[in-house]
């Protein structure tokens, strides 16, 4: 692995005990927002359901599109606009159109153009709003599992809700794979060094190498979801076609990673994870290692058959 000790420009004074004590997982219910791109691929979905499926534990208060671009989708903004349309498509699903209007907002409608300036966007000012809102021992959990332009814009354009929020991101590569190329990360490289660089608590969910073990297969979803309700068998459904857009052939399996920052706010024994100094992703997709950074949460293991248990019973409500 290259290593390489460039950081980004802004500098924090949120000091590390501070940021230890907001990344220990949280007793009790939980306020929590969803920073999603579901148009993307089929994980974002299950994540999702897996949320709303999960009210004991996660008051969910508000859904922000996230914004991607790849085969699928013209532009940045297209891939928003059509995660935004996705959204309302899995809530109605539920029974929960009446939520549409008053929970789910258009993020980004492109990528960070450098590490100052922010995308404008209703999800980046919510998210301001929400978490400056919130008491001060008392944080908002961010979920992220997309490009992180719309969080990164929100702590650009008000810098003081660090203090407010703990940032669950699913993004890069484990920091042993040969480099962190990982769709998320690399969508927004800039927006990725803010989130690791500004000192906000972050529990981060490396991609392969770590959550890459949550996959699921053909016959597993069709046994344990199909014909339970409407929003399983649309699971069903996309799932597999996503594997036939991929040519995956008969013996294909889906890595539905986006379930696992879910997952650890559950009550369950599912996770592990250890302190790391934050890595900062370079330009050249590699990380930036220096063992003074200030600390975040690194999941290193997750406990793949607990997870897909809890999750397929839930959906199959």
């Avoid at 499926?53 to 297209?78: C, G, M, T, W």
């Avoid at 929970?103 to 492109?110: C, K, L, W």
């Avoid at 919130?134 to 490009?147: F, K, M, Q, S, T």
Wanted: proline share 7%.
């Amino acid at each position: 692995m290259d290593i390489h000790y460039d950081h980004p420009a802004p500098a924090h004074d949120i000091p590390p005990e501070f940021i230890v004590s907001r990344l220990k997982k949280p007793a009790g219910r939980v306020s929590a927002v969803l920073d999603t791109d579901p148009f993307n691929e089929v994980d974002d979905q299950f994540a999702l359901a897996y949320i709303l499926r999960s009210p004991e534990r996660i008051d969910l208060q508000a859904i922000y599109a996230a914004p991607f671009h790849n085969e699928k989708v013209a532009s940045a903004a297209e891939g928003m606009e059509r995660s935004y349309q996705e959204t309302h498509r899995i809530l109605a699903l539920m029974g929960r159109e009446g939520d549409c209007g008053q929970m789910v907002y258009r993020g980004s409608d492109r990528f960070l153009a450098d590490e100052e300036t922010p995308v404008d966007s209703s999800a980046a000012r919510d998210l301001v709003a929400r978490a400056m809102a919130r008491p001060d021992g008392d944080p908002l959990y961010v979920i992220a599992i997309g490009a992180i332009t719309n969080v990164a814009s929100a702590l650009l354009i008000e810098p003081a809700i660090a203090r407010k929020v703990v940032v669950l991101w699913l993004g890069g590569h484990a920091l042993e794979w040969f480099n962190t190329k990982e769709f998320n990360m690399l969508q927004d490289v800039a927006a990725a060094r803010v989130l690791l660089g500004c000192g906000v608590p972050v529990v981060l969910f490396p991609c392969n190498g770590v959550v890459s073990a949550l996959t699921t297969t053909g016959p597993e979803i069709e046994h344990w979801l199909r014909g339970k309700n409407q929003l399983c068998d649309y699971l069903c459904d996309i799932t597999r076609e996503e594997a036939e857009r991929n040519r995956q052939g008969p013996f294909w399996s889906r890595t539905i990673w986006d379930v696992a920052p879910v997952a650890w706010l559950l009550e369950m024994d599912c996770t592990e994870a250890r302190l790391e100094p934050a890595p900062i992703p370079s330009y050249d997709g590699y990380y930036s290692i220096c063992p003074c950074n200030h600390p975040i949460l690194y999941v290193y293991s997750v406990r793949r058959d607990r997870i897909i248990g809890d999750l397929y019973t839930k959906l199959a409500r």
